[in-house]
């Protein structure tokens, strides 16, 4: 089975939304914000060299596919497979995506053999349906000092079960960004 690795930056409130940019009123909040340190950011590009495939959103789909295409440092993503989880998106653009209709879909897709790990950036709804659905593994969380008000969030679902972590990583940076890499408990 392949594991699902759940990849966020999050603010200390639980806001993911928008941390590079978009019409959200705090859009860009982790590089405008918060001095930049290169070694917060290691674990992304160990991310990018570990996955065998990368699942999103909708929105998030939408957002990344004008864009990371475009940018040298996200070669692994553009390359590697990519599966949005839509019920209305057809004829996706970005090289070497499908899409999938469902949760059981994500299920199987876990279930297949393939290289590395399936890694899930931003996609809040996704990420709550996922956990809801006990689809995630592991988080990856790079946590930033500050404190957002508004947006979506990592953890807004009510309806969610109760879920035990265990820390199985974790590093503290100069300028204040946190990591903590959660495995799940099951």
Excluded: C
């Excluded at 209709?101 to 299920?107: H, I, N, P, T, Y």
């Excluded at 931003?122 to 957002?148: I, K, N, W």
């Amino acid at each position: 089975m392949r594991p699902l690795i759940v990849t966020e930056f999050v603010s200390l409130d639980g806001v993911i939304d928008s941390p590079g940019g978009g019409s959200y009123p705090h859009a860009g909040w982790t590089f405008q914000d918060i001095e930049f340190d290169e070694a917060a950011y290691e674990i992304k590009g160990r991310e990018q060299q570990e996955a065998g495939a990368l699942l999103l959103g909708r929105i998030s789909y939408d957002e990344f596919a004008p864009v990371w295409p475009t940018m040298d440092e996200f070669a692994e993503y553009n390359a590697m497979p990519k599966y949005v989880v839509s019920s209305t998106l057809t004829g996706p653009t970005w090289n070497n995506t499908s899409v999938l209709r469902s949760l059981e879909e994500v299920a199987a897709l876990k279930e297949q053999d393939g290289q590395g790990s399936i890694l899930v950036h931003g996609s809040a709804t996704l990420v709550q349906g996922l956990a809801a659905a006990g689809l995630v593994d592991r988080y990856h969380l790079l946590e930033f000092p500050v404190l957002l008000g508004s947006g979506r969030r990592l953890w807004a679902n009510a309806d969610a079960p109760k879920t035990s972590l265990r820390l199985v990583e974790s590093a503290s940076y100069g300028n204040g960004i946190r990591l903590a890499v959660y495995d799940v408990i099951r």
